[in-house]
């Protein structure tokens, strides 16, 4: 089984660093930027900021009277968004879990997660420990994606499927959160007052599999017995030479306090 996609799994760091850089990642992030509506002096806080990929464009939004508050679980996350942003006294990085935010109550104007939620133990739980942290009249943005909205042409629609269908079920822990989110912020006290999907197109397979990971991904869901070995290798084979196209649909939901 060779295509000559991606065989090694890039680290955490690599992996948000590339998606940030993509025409995908720009175009989400300037949708999420939009309805944030951060302004100069606001307190903004980065849920789950990973390697600071977001944190100095926060910093530039909220000017020298506001500040910014990164927050990740990972140690090492945290470590390379310090030194990115050590240079900018007006923002903090702190080790954190989203389930038990180090602030105090009512301390930030605007939250934002960027495919954060998908990983979570407690989705709902997150979004409550969100609320408390923000003032009243603050906004939560987040963008994360429905997984199960991924769909990638092939002649054997049933083989595209059971590809979708492992990553729903066995790789990505809240793998449908995209279209649930509306649904649980109501219910952790927000209001709704907008969601936006956003549905990333990919035609370019090279540029697919740094998002996708499709052999490794393939090579898993053959374990997993989603794919036989030889559908994985027509699967494969079909993906690395015949005309590529892929969707996933991202949502983009606003939740105020």
């Known amino acids: 089984m060779t295509s ?28 999420m930027a939009e309805v944030f509506d951060l302004r100069p002096g606001h307190t903004a806080l980065d ?9 100095l464009a926060l910093a530039e939004a909220v000017g020298h009277t506001g500040s910014v508050v990164g927050v990740d679980h990972d140690q090492e996350m945290v470590e390379r968004a310090a030194r990115r942003t050590a240079a900018h006294p007006r923002v903090e990085v702190r080790r954190g879990d989203v389930h038990s935010l180090p602030l105090d ?3 930030a104007d605007r939250a934002r997660t960027d495919r954060v939620l998908q990983h979570v133990e407690d989705p709902s739980g997150a979004l409550a420990e969100i609320h408390r942290v923000l003032r009243p009249g603050g906004r939560l943005v987040m963008g ?7 769909a990638i042409d092939h002649p054997d629609l049933e083989v595209s499927r059971a590809y979708t269908r492992h990553i729903v079920e066995r790789v990505v822990r809240n793998a449908a959160i995209g279209r649930q989110l509306a649904r649980l912020a109501a219910r952790a006290g927000f209001g709704v007052p907008e969601v936006v999907p956003v549905t990333q197109i990919f035609r370019d397979v090279r540029a697919a599999d740094k998002i996708l990971g499709l052999e490794r991904t393939t090579r898993r869901a053959v374990r997993a017995g989603y794919l036989t070995s030889d559908q994985a290798r027509r699967w494969l084979d079909h993906l690395a030479h015949g005309p590529f196209l892929a969707s996933v649909t991202l949502h983009i939901v606003v939740a105020d306090v």
């Open 4 to 31: 000559g996609f991606e065989t090694t799994r890039p680290t955490p760091i690599d992996y948000l660093d590339r998606l940030a850089a993509t025409d995908a990642g720009r175009g989400y992030k300037q949708r």
């Open 47 to 55: 849920v789950g900021c990973g390697p600071g990929t977001d944190l």
């Open 105 to 107: 109550d009512a301390t």
């Open 144 to 150: 994360e994606p429905d997984w199960d909205t991924l």
